[in-house]
């Protein structure tokens, strides 16, 4: 008998875990909204999907709940989440280093926002703020790697950008908060 509980156990985790966490590779999720892997989550709004936080203080949790322990703290208002998964009121998000967690959606904000070139974060590089969306437009600003910028628009290749009060356009490549050819109107 005690074999049969234990069995029995294994199989309702498994299966709690299909229910709680996507099934797929995270190179499908990170393909978009404007990728063919693009679905719609019970929200009735597509997944995966960017957003931004709202507060200067949020938990991201291990499940989705008040009752599953906090596994991140983030401190920064605005910073951009990828909505990769929705339960109820809960967004199971990905951050810019791959981290993921679960965040209430009250906690979410709709408004876009996205890192510049978070994968050269530390190293001796720099981003061209540009006036125009063309390579050889004139310099607005220098941005360093893992600057926070709000997203005015995105048209497939650029998107146009405010940095610390300095608003220009900047590769779409360039950015981690929107998805490759995906157009955003603010």
Partial sequence: ?????????VVLGALLGLALFPVGDRHAAAQGAAGPSASVGPSGLPLPRFVSLKSGKVNSRIG???NYPVDW?????GLPMEI????DNWRRVRDADGAEGWINQSLLSGKRTAIAAPWQRGKDATIDLVAEPRREARKVAVIEPGVVGTIKECNGEWCQMIFSGHTGWISQTLVWGAYPGETIKD
Avoid: D, F
Avoid at 1 to 9: H, K, Q
Avoid at 73 to 77: D, S, T, V
């Fill in 73 to 77: 703290l983030y401190l920064k208002p």
């Fill in 64 to 66: 989705p709940g008040v």
């Fill in 1 to 9: 008998m005690s074999g049969l509980v234990s069995i029995r156990t």
């Fill in 84 to 87: 990769i998964q929705e339960y």
